[in-house]
DNA sequence: TTGCATCCGGTACCCGGGTACAGGGTTACC
DNA sequence: GGTAACCCTGTACCCGGGTACCGGATGCAA
């Protein structure tokens, strides 16, 4: 009889390396799983599924951290509102985010309608380079 | 008589980490500077007006390498068209992610409507959690 | 019971963009 | 010529999300 799915099985059904897998048990997205009389850990098949969420979730913008939280929290206080205002949050990230690339996007166009020709001595009439002093928050980082 | 500014000088004018004045130096953005007698940097004093275009380049999405890459090329070969190239190339990631970052907002805010209530057990109708496949491409990392 | 595939834990490394620290040498001013 | 402030090199560390390698132990089938 079968305990469980092995690590390979799981890494592979998933999609995952298995390093990965151990990462997520010590980032504590996954659960430890039970072991063989050896050792060798033997993960429950609804484990595949729970990966693949976890994957959506990175999709979705949420750090490890965020998906680790979400997943604990799920199972004890209040859930849905919780993940609800995570979300609402995320999407304010994102816009946030969206705001600034738009604005890098405009001052490039920029750059190349003036037809700039150098970072440092460009000698197009009215360059946009020296005025480039938009965005004075994170360069372009990822939301904190 | 000064021979230049140094590291502090510029550190502090340039609003950087004395640290980073030798990063970009290891990095080749920054051409080694002459020496006091002592073997203190003695730096020209554009090198502050240069840092400003390179903190510009960077919020414009361009990595440290490919920042110095420009300021090499700019110097070198024929220099406009390159610029401009690169620029429009940067435009055409920026879009992309913007794509990404849309597609995803879109996700989240139907998981927000459609009133989720967790990541592994939602119960709401047509939860829209089970079919978060979108952006197959990169999770959500910046450009190559 | 032999042999190969798989797995174990622990540790080190990768990327990008820096920052920090230790232990010493220099500069500048009084 | 003292002494504070500054600077030097070299090395290690930070973040996030993993990946790679090592030597040894297990699992399973023939």
Redesign the interface.
Known sequence: MTGGLRSGEVAERAGLNIQTLRYYERRGLLAAPGRSPGGHRLYPPDTVA?LG?IK??????FTLDE?AD??HT?RRRH??RD??RR??D??AE??A??AD??A??G???E??DA???????CTCTDCP?PF????TRR??G?PA
């Open positions: 729970l969420v959506a979730a990175q999709r979705l913008g998906v979400l997943l799920g859930p849905g993940l609800r979300a609402q995320k999407i994102i816009d985010r969206i690339l738009t890098i996007r001052a490039l166009a750059v190349v037809r700039c020709d150098s970072l440092t001595d380079i480039l002093t938009i965005s360069p372009a990822e």
